[in-house]
Structure formats: C-alpha cells, structure tokens
C-alpha cells in the first residue's frame, strides 16, 4: 500500500491520515437499471496495476481525494481532489 | 430537580506547565476559537475576513480549503459573534469553537525536535516557515498546528483529546526537561 500520499492540499502525508473508500467508479444514473447498479455496488475488477481510489484526508485537510496508484509497486502515480474535474462529467 | 451542576473550567486546568531550558508547554487562554467556512466557490474570502475582525489582538488561521481559524485569547462577547457571523453571510460561514477546542502552546529550542516524534508533518523552517498551519495527526489525535516563531508552535486539539495530547507532549519532551 501506499505509505506516503501526496495530497494537492496538504503535501505528502502518511497514509494513516486517510481513509480508504474504494474504486472511484463512474456512478450509474438514477434511472439505470439493476444490473448496472448491481455491478456498480458490488463488482470489483481489482486489477494488479493501475487503480483509482477515493481518499478521504481525515486527519488531514479533509477533503476526498482520488488517487491513482499501483497495486503492484504501491506508487502513486497521481492525486487530486475529487471536486476538480465536475461530477458530471464523472458520470456515464 | 437535579442537585448536581455542571462547571465549566479549563480542559487543562490541573496540568503543571513545562519550562526547561529547551523545552517549554503550556496552556494558552480558552478565550475564542471561531471556524469559518467559506461557500463553495467564494473567492477571497481570506480577504473578508481580515476586514472583519477589527483591531482585537487575533489571528488567522488557514485549516484547509477554504476553512479557516479566527483565534483570540480573550472571549469574544455574544453581540460582537452574532455581529461577524452576519457579516460573514452569505460568503462564509461561522461556527464558534471556542469550548470545543483547546490550544497548546510548544517552544524551546527542542520543541520541533520533540514534536517531531508524533507527527509525520515536515516541520522544518524551510518546509513550515512561521506563519504556516497544518492539520495533521500527532500520534492517533488529529491536531491543527500552527509555527508562531522558529522556536514555538501553537496547537488546536478538540477538546476531549485536550488532556492525552498534553500527556504525550510531555513525554515527547522528556529527554529535553
Ligand atoms: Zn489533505
């Protein structure tokens, strides 16, 4: 895992400062059906490579994060606060 | 009705202060400590608020995007809060902390040495020049802290951790007492 995330807000904290929420997925609409929701709830690829999280920096500035790293060689290779970029176009 | 009554007194009240010749804590006034949170999309805010807060000896502090510390050592009347919070509107927001939060004061020529024990925060003057706050964790208590002078940081911890920060504080400094 991760040890050192370079927070936009707050520099590079350890993770102990952070929760972990999970896969930072595109959120299906409203109006999607069942299985589109079932599959966005409950189904993980977790793939050994690339994968994009949601952060939260509890004890830190308190803001949700995604971060980008690799499961494989625990880098990070990105970090930015989840409101840049608009939640819609966030969503399919 | 109950005969038992609540009193208010000082988070830290029965703690002795530390004073050697390279590390000191101590208490620092319960007066005021105002959260401000500024509306999503505000611009400037920091600005409003150094207009706002008159000649009171105070500070502000930055605690993370768009969030920000007012700090006085002396309690800020009722009239004159209800007064700034109005003026905050509809920018910003204000929330009064002042019994929620406690502050520490840490100096010494040893106090980053010390501090330094609990925290991953880089605290070197180059790093965290004066002036600068953080919020970061400080072993498992998450705590707001800010470098009032090369020597000496300021800390804002919620009250309830007020006590067991302190404890560890002073354990920190130990090998410097
Ligand atoms: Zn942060």
């Not at chain 2, 510390?69 to 109005?86: C, S, T």
């Not at chain 2, 009250?159 to 920190?172: K, N, Q, V, Y």
Request: proline share 6%.
């Amino acid at each position: 895992m991760a040890s050192l995330v370079p927070c936009p807000n707050c520099g590079r904290r350890p993770k102990e400062e952070f929760t972990i929420k999970g896969a930072a997925l595109s959120r299906p609409g409203a109006d999607a059906d069942s299985e589109n929701w079932f599959d966005y709830v409950y189904l993980r690829d977790n793939p050994r490579g690339a994968y994009e999280e949601y952060w939260h920096h509890t004890s830190g500035c308190r803001r949700w994060l995604v971060v980008m790293r690799d499961t494989l060689t625990h880098e990070v290779a990105a970090c930015r606060d989840a409101t840049d970029g608009s939640r819609s176009e966030r969503r399919k | 009705m109950s005969e038992f009554r609540p009193t208010l007194r000082p988070a830290l009240g029965s703690k002795q202060p530390v004073a050697s010749a390279t590390f000191g804590l101590s208490t620092l006034p319960e007066g005021t400590i105002i959260h401000v949170l500024a509306r999503p999309g505000e611009q400037d805010v920091a600005h409003l608020l150094a207009s706002l807060n008159g000649s009171d000896p105070h500070a502000l502090r930055p605690v993370s995007p768009d969030q920000w510390f007012i700090v006085r050592d002396a309690a800020m009347p009722n009239q004159e809060m209800k007064g700034l919070f109005a003026a905050l509107e509809p920018r910003a927001s204000g929330v009064d902390q002042s019994h929620g939060r406690v502050r520490i004061r840490i100096e010494g020529k040893m106090a980053q040495r010390a501090l330094s024990k609990g925290t991953a925060l880089d605290l070197d003057s180059s790093a965290f020049p004066v002036g600068q706050s953080a919020v970061t964790l400080i072993g498992h208590i998450a705590a707001h802290i800010t470098r009032v002078s090369s020597d000496a940081f300021e800390i804002i911890v919620l009250r309830g951790f007020a006590e067991s920060l302190w404890d560890d504080l002073t354990r920190m400094g130990l090998e410097f007492s």
